[in-house]
């Protein structure tokens, strides 16, 4: 079943989000950009609010170097997530990234979807040591499907499963866009803007958009189960 990722900025907001129906914590500064890297005291923190109920990840910043996300490594985050470049500038990031932290940490590779996201380097993310790949957009505003088109989505969904990796899908989903892409079985869908006061992911989190989207990605399993 494709779970719920829920970014988050404290531990007050991890906690509410867990009792809400996140399955996955992201720890994320909003304001400093998409993949923007909190403190590591302050990922820290969210992993002992978060006590071990679902897994914790850490976005590690727009730009990463290996010892900024080695230090969220050390935070007792279960992912730390980095951003993917294109071509073999791209490759060899992602290979150095796997090499230092690949037995430490499991590593997500984040591809832009609104940056013409290099696919193959799925591929080089597995040999590389990732334990996952995120299709997310740089851009907030316009959402993950008008950056890309479904086929594009489903494309990565595939290459992610080939490779036996983790899959999530993100870029300023509402509630309404679980029904578009749950039919792709992501293993998760990543929320942040669309879980906030107004949609606006700078603003504090709203438990009850939470409970709104774990609530459709429920309904929508059952009836998958049901054969509906
Ligand atoms: O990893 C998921 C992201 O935090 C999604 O953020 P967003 O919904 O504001 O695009």
Known sequence: M?????????????????????????AKDPTAGALGALPPDTVRAIVAAVA???PVSAAAGDAPDVDAAAALADTGADYVKVPVGRGEAGAAALSAFGAALGARTKLVAVFAADREPDLDLVDTAAAAG????????????????DATDLAEVARFVAAGHRNKLLVGLAGSLRVVD???LLPLQPDLVGFRGGVCV??????????ARVRAVATAIAVHAARRLAGA
Not at 2 to 26: M, N, P, R
Not at 198 to 207: E, F, H, M
Request: aromatic residues 2%; hydrophobic residues 50%.
């Open 2 to 26: 494709t779970a719920l990722l829920v970014s988050v900025t404290s531990a007050a907001e991890a906690a509410a989000a867990v009792e809400a129906g996140a399955k996955v914590i992201d």
């Open 52 to 54: 071990g109920r679902v």
């Open 130 to 145: 990732f334990a996952g790949v995120m299709l997310d957009t740089v851009e907030k505003g316009a959402g993950l499907l």
């Open 178 to 180: 679980v029904g578009t």
């Open 198 to 207: 107004d949609g606006d992911r700078r603003k504090a989190l709203d438990p």
